[in-house]
């Protein structure tokens, strides 16, 4: 049974940071995709990173660029994102995802087929 499981979330003032962690349990195929996406209240689920696990290939959306680094700690099977001078418009619900038998980055949705719980993110002063 794959399990996603996102923890990190919280408040922080605008331009502070903050470290999410996607830990991902029961999935055994050496490729794979983890992808971030993030939620607005009233808004489409905006997908910001994603990182292969055969390459280490990353993408990122054009909103986060420059300010969010993904990464993998295959030790731990675990996929950090790493968010800096978050603003107030970063506040949403984050979600980590698994994408199986994908090598190459994507940002469809529809490849996802395990999805965590979700972490708020709320960046305000």
């Known amino acids: 049974q794959v399990q996603v499981v996102e923890s990190g979330g919280g408040l922080v003032q605008p331009g502070g940071s903050l470290r999410l962690s996607c830990a991902v349990s029961g999935f055994t195929s050496e490729y794979y995709a983890i992808g971030w996406f993030r939620q607005a209240p009233g808004k489409a689920r905006e997908a910001i990173s994603c990182?292969?696990?055969?390459?280490?290939?990353?993408s990122y959306a054009n909103s986060v660029k420059g300010r969010f680094t993904i990464s993998e700690d295959h030790t731990k099977n675990t996929v950090y994102l790493q968010m800096n001078s978050l603003k107030p418009e970063d506040t949403a619900v984050y979600y980590c995802a698994l994408a199986p038998d994908i090598v190459v980055v994507t940002d469809e949705i529809n490849d996802y087929d395990y999805w965590g719980q979700g972490t708020q993110v709320t960046v305000s002063s």
């Open positions: 990182i292969t696990s055969s390459s280490g290939d990353t």
